[in-house]
């Protein structure tokens, strides 16, 4: 395994988004603030406690669970996208790189920034709702795997699309409506049939309960069965971009 390589990979793809922190970090941050400023204190008047926690707490895990999500999407699709279109893919393809290597280099720059936005979001609710972490390890499990597979999700999008419309296409379409229907503003249990039953099958709400564990310390699920649910996500995600890279599918001329 080429470590020097896979290293500097990494450390560019970090660079490239802090060279930009107001558009990397600081937009995303604002805007998910915003959701938790109109939500949280529009919506918690009229609905004081969801699931036994008060609501305003009760949406803090499934916003920072936004921000992993996509950011760390953006990050890992945006830039590989990128290098296709520009050319620079070439670069990559001749120097002494593995599938695993670009895999950790692209994957672990998204992760970061995915983690940094999801850690000021979640200090930035703390100063409405105070600072608790009831299980940390539980907390930063499901923080982990999240920006992971939103991370190689990213890749698998990057490489499939040829066109600025087509990266556009998974957010829109599969990320937005997942999201939505993934019980980040209100319990799924609330959802009518068969919306609540189909919502079983949605592996967001999993990472959204998950995190709701590990910060509240209440989930409607056990956090056992979603760990392994997001594992074994994790784990196709995982062999399918890597058979995907070791091809060249859409990446060589």
Partial sequence: MNITGMQTLFVKEVRRFLRVPGQTVLSPLISTTLYFIVFGYSISTRVHE???SPYLHFIVPGLVFLGIANNAFLNSSSSLFITKIQGTVVDLLVAPL???ELMAGFIGGAMVRGLVVGGLTWMVAGLFTGFSLPHA???AYFLLISSYVFSVLGML???WAEKFEQINFFPTFVM???TFLGGVFYSVRELPAPWNT???FNPMVYMVEGLRYGMLGKSMYSPLFGASILAGVA???TVVSYL????????KA
């Fill in 244 to 251: 995907v890279l070791r091809s060249g599918y859409r990446m």
């Fill in 157 to 159: 999008a990057a490489v």
């Fill in 176 to 178: 937005l409506p997942l």
């Fill in 98 to 100: 593995g599938p695993g």
């Fill in 198 to 200: 189909l919502s079983l």
């Fill in 235 to 237: 784990v196709v995600a």
């Fill in 50 to 52: 969801v699931e036994g």
């Fill in 137 to 139: 390890g539980v907390a």
